[in-house]
């Protein structure tokens, strides 16, 4: 079983920055991909981000650029830097990690944009 902690949603202004952490804790051998999916109201939930074991990384096409996503492997955690924050980043961000047999979710940390 792997629990995941998410801290650092909140409220910004357009433009501005925000860093979500997400820790993972609990009975496992190693996670492989951790990454970040967010669900606005309305709209179908999005992959935002995922970082693989090995460093590599894919992003939503709406976040290249502005977001940077990391991870700690000794701490099992991973990062997600996001710069630029627009109104339509609000959301609902959901932490992820995969071990060999499922994928885990975090409960989710609120992210609120305003213009």
């Known amino acids: 079983q792997v629990q995941l902690v998410e801290s650092g949603g909140g409220l910004v202004q357009a433009g501005e920055s925000l860093k979500l952490s997400c820790a993972a804790s609990?009975?496992?051998?190693?996670?492989?991909?951790m990454g970040w999916y967010r669900r606005a109201p309305g709209k179908q939930p999005e992959l935002v981000a995922i970082?693989?074991?090995?460093?590599?990384?894919n992003y939503a096409d709406s976040v290249k650029g502005r977001f940077t996503i990391s991870r700690d492997n000794a701490k099992n955690t991973v990062y997600l830097q996001m710069n630029s924050l627009k109104p339509e980043d609000t959301a609902v961000y959901s932490c992820?990690?995969?071990?060999?047999?499922?994928?885990?979710w975090g409960q989710g940390t609120q992210v609120t944009v305003s213009s």
């Open positions: 992820i990690a995969d071990t060999k047999s499922r994928r885990a």
């Open positions: 609990g009975s496992f051998v190693s996670i492989n991909g």
């Open positions: 970082v693989n074991r090995d460093g590599t990384t």
